[in-house]
């Protein structure tokens, strides 16, 4: 591998790993609002729902 796509490929996999925090960041918050609505007697699905709807949007983009 030549250094310049070495270092593309560094690059790749810095940014992907920057991607991947701000998804588990996102979706950490997302369960604190939901523990934080249950504690105070709300329906906490309601800020669960956008998950399940991202991983299902995810997992059909990679099946094509």
Excluded: C, F, N
């Amino acid at each position: 591998m030549s250094d310049d796509k070495l270092e593309l490929e560094v690059r790749r996999g810095t940014a992907v790993a920057a991607v991947a925090d701000q998804v588990i960041r996102g979706a950490a918050l997302r369960v604190q609002a939901a523990k934080i609505a249950s504690d105070h007697g709300l329906d906490p699905t309601t800020y669960l729902r956008s998950l399940e709807q991202k991983d299902e949007r995810d997992q059909q983009q990679i099946e094509r």
